[in-house]
């Protein structure tokens, strides 16, 4: 089962204090779904996410297993907090992402899309992963379910991800930016994404995720990666080969030197539990 083939979605939260939804999606757009928002003729504006930051220093914290957890109990229980969590989801909601820059727009994507997740959790909350969250009887996790709306169009985590950032940026490091608030995605940082650091932080944020033993690791002479390099392998190049070559771009020097033994993978995994601060229950 792929990782986010079951769309995660995102607040349809209103337009609030007075603003009014910039951009909305002509007929034509709106018939051609989420690729109206790809990046064809990236604007020059830019947004901030300091907002976004705050909630995330606050509540992410670096595990001692190297997995960076969120605290979803101490943030469910501030009311201030989730409220301003809300604000600013609705805030992006009111802006026309493609007004941005091009890599305004990616973390614009990037920072709705994880802010959209951990809504979800704290709303179902207590839950064990985020697969619990099931809007429908045969809905397994919230991917599916189109609960934002942005330029007139009502969007789900799982078209964000695949229709857009997927589709329209064609970046694999596109992976290392989403966090489906489980232990074997790759981290929630206690940073938004911005344009301004964009690069060097998903540079960084592949390195980490690569050199952990989540990423990718030697089992018995064999490579074991995570289950992203399987699901998603036509980004990486669409080949045993492809993922590699990836993993080496990537790779420290002592798991570089690994994966100069093999040719092919050897196994994949994906631990689905929440990273909530603690380990789970």
Same mark, same amino acid.
């Given at each position: ?59 992410? +914290? ?6 960076? $957890?969120?605290?979803?109990? /101490?943030?469910?229980?501030? !009311?201030?907090?989730? *409220? #301003? ?96 608030? +489980? ?6 940082? $206690?940073?938004?994404?911005? /344009?301004?650091?964009?690069? !060097?932080?998903?540079? *960084? #944020? ?76």
């Amino acid at each position: 089962m792929q990782r986010r083939q079951m769309i995660k979605g995102i607040v349809g939260a209103s337009a609030t204090g007075g603003l009014a939804l910039e951009g909305l999606a002509t007929p034509a757009e709106a018939a051609s779904g989420p690729s109206a928002l790809w990046p064809t003729k990236p604007g020059v504006r830019e947004i901030g996410h300091g907002d976004w930051t705050r909630l995330l220093t606050r509540y992410v +914290s670096r595990g001692p297993d190297g997995v960076d $957890r969120v605290d979803y109990g /101490a943030w469910q229980g501030s !009311t201030a907090d989730r *409220a #301003a969590l809300g604000r600013y989801l609705s805030g992006l909601q009111v802006q026309d992402p493609r007004q941005l820059t091009r890599q305004g727009q990616m973390a614009y994507w990037a920072n709705l899309y994880n802010a959209e997740t951990i809504r979800l959790v704290l709303d179902a909350w207590p839950i064990g992963s985020i697969q619990d969250i099931r809007p429908n009887p045969l809905a397994i996790g919230p991917w599916k379910t189109p609960t934002l709306s942005v330029a007139g169009l009502r969007l789900s985590l799982d078209q964000i991800e695949h229709k857009i950032l997927r589709a329209g940026f064609k970046d694999p490091r596109i992976h290392y930016a989403l966090n489906c608030a +489980s232990v074997s995605c790759p981290d929630l940082r $206690r940073q938004a994404w911005t /344009a301004a650091g964009l690069e !060097t932080d998903l540079d *960084a #944020a592949a390195r980490a995720y690569v050199n952990h033993p989540r990423g990718a690791r030697m089992v018995r002479g064999k490579l074991v990666v995570s289950s992203i390099y399987v699901w998603f392998k036509a980004d990486f190049g669409g080949s045993d080969a492809g993922v590699i070559a990836h993993l080496v771009r990537h790779a420290a020097p002592g798991l570089k030197a690994q994966l100069a033994t093999v040719s092919s993978i050897g196994g994949n995994a994906y631990d689905w539990k929440l990273n909530q601060t603690g380990g789970g229950r």
